[in-house]
């Protein structure tokens, strides 16, 4: 398969060729990549061989953690890519796979964390009557679901030529130069749509499930409300690595298809590109609110720091003491 070749606009060679791309941006996927794959890697080790029973949340956070593994094993061919300057080596086929395995782990991720938000609303707002829905053959089932849209969500992107050729900057772009003519049509009309589908949507129905639980949470008694404490501020935390993490790259790719149809102009993809990097750092925090968010895995960790820990340490001490001060109440044992 040969590549596309095409001329491109003096804006596009400046970011092409800007520090941005080939040095800031390759950065903090190494950063994330170097900092997330060992964290992921304990994470799914403890909920497949520690933590037992796999109750829904167990399986929602297991493929969450698949899902970031998979997304950052990936990083190194980005990072190795803007580090040469944005000229991909690797191949027209490599770069399809890539580009989907990117987008369809990034979003896939977006889908899951909807999940367990759901889950957690169903948990917390109707305990009694969510029990029957809420069994881990369901879990399964939806998290099935998840990957499936993602996929098929995901497959549009890749269908057109991913590599274009740029004889006078001399490199081989990955997905960041397309033709004018599939801008103009298929792309204009397909992100915009893809973006409200599979982030919006989910954006609105995890912010509104948290916020249900929140309000529930704090409107429990003031003996229920301390115990309750840790699990308002996981509930605000994922809230926040949710918005923080997804929302602006997808604004900015509104935005920029917005401008796009205006003007041609590729003045927002830089800073989209960044969006998306920073965004990547999710991948490091989701292990962090596995712990605050799962009592079981939070206790598997312990017990794991304290055989580490030589016989009366003062980390032996710290994850004895965190042992014992554990909140035990329903929301966390899910």
Known sequence: MTDVKQQISKEAELFLTGSLMITVIPSIYVLVFITSVPLNAAAIFMFLLRVRPKKPAVIYMLNLATADLLFVLLLPFKASYHFNGNNWVYGPAMCRVVTFAFYCNMYGSVLLMMSIS???????????????????????????????????????IVLPE???????????????????????????????????????????????????????????????????????????????????????????????????????????????????????????LDPVIYYFGSSQYRKQVARLLCRQAPPGSSSQKTTETSQSGTFQGSQEKR
């Open 118 to 156: 759901v889950d957690r609303f169903l948990g917390v707002v109707y305990p009694i009557r969510s029990m029957a829905w809420r069994c881990q053959r369901n879990a399964v089932a939806v998290c099935c679901a998840m990957w499936l849209l993602a996929v098929a969500g995901v497959m549009p």
């Open 162 to 284: 991913q590599t274009v050729c740029l004889p006078e900057l001399g490199i081989t772009t990955c997905h960041d130069v397309m033709n004018a003519r599939q801008m103009q049509g298929y792309y204009l009309y397909f992100f915009p749509a893809f973006s409200c589908v599979f982030f919006f949507i989910p954006l609105i129905i995890t912010t509104a499930c948290y916020g249900s639980i929140i309000q529930v949470l704090l409107r429990a008694s003031e003996s229920k409300r301390s115990k309750k404490t840790r699990a308002i501020i996981t509930a605000v935390i994922v809230l926040t690595v949710f918005v923080v993490c997804f929302t602006p790259s997808n604004i900015l790719l509104l935005a920029h298809y917005a401008e796009y149809s205006q003007q041609h102009s590729d003045s927002l993809y830089i800073a989209y590109l960044v969006a998306t990097s920073i965004g990547s750092v999710n991948c490091c």
